[in-house]
């Protein structure tokens, strides 16, 4: 069976202790806290992102491994699950990955310029409700030679302001490349949110950020470490399909080539979770793995109607520890 994992020989596991930064109301509705007792910000996800996880914390959390060495997200997006065990307080190293250079550039300055980005975004947080300064911005990627002259720290405050006032937080490029999102309307964007950013930077800290392919991404990943796979998902039907997260989409070859991956780092002895949409397709792909359906709702989808709650599947390449989960 595909859960009853080999012993692993490293000494250096880090137990994520019980949540401490999650909270619920009457309702059992799960709250995230902003911030610790001494009243200072735990990180949050500092993007909205297609496919994004914060409404699923709670679930996943419970299918977390209970210990592990190193963590990657090769498809990191806004990073829901990382940002999570950081303030659970878990304080290890960390491997962030995507595809999308506007996005590893922004996480990459947080990081290691997080005053130029401040600076930055003042700028733009005096027009954040001006229509023709949005399209004047989000036209700089028009011109690619004076685009790629940019300072990163540029580049970086231009990609959060554009997400915090595009229609709905997509991320959609064209394929010359080009942001195409109309502007969003939104009443009071929260452009400048410096206490998220410090906490979000200091979370970042030793955090390798890369920009590369999953595969090669992953190359590092070794016995005892925690791989959450969490891929653009096959659409549900031929017409569904949001995969513009960067100019190239996400093929059915891209899922047959992760399956091979997933059962490669579990032979590595990695503990591995992926999330996916329930089709027949991606079953297919992992039988015989511990797999969940779970309702999620769609909260951004380039069309209204495909939005409200679909069946998600989590797959894990080991039994979670709250067996009452399993099928
Ligand atoms: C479903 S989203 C991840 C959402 C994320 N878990 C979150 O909480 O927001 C998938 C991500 O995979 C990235 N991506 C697409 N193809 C990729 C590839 N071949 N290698 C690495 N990342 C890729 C996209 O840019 C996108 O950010």
Redesign the pocket.
Known sequence: MFWQKRERGCGSFFALGQPRAVQRSGSGVLLVQRKNKQGKALPQ?V?K??????QLLDRYSRVFPPAFNAYH?????????FFAIRRRGWSGKAYL????PE?INLYVVIRDNFPALMEELKVHEAHKNNRDYYYEVRNWDRNPRQFSRLSPAKRAARTLFLNKTCYNGL?RVNRSDYFNVPFGRIKNPRVLDGDNLQAVSLALQDVSLTC????V?LAAAGPGDFV?L????QPLTRTASF?A??R?S?SLL?QQRLARLFAELEQRGCWVML?NSYTPEIQALYQGYSIQVVQASRAINSRTEGRGPVEEMLITSYRPRDQSLLE
């Open positions: 996800p993007v992102w297609a496919g994004g996880k914060g997200e090769p498809f990191a997006g806004g990073a829901a699950v990955n995507d595809l999308n996005l991320y590369r392919d999953f595969e991404a959450y969490d891929p653009p998902y995969t997260y960067t190239d996400f891209d999330s």
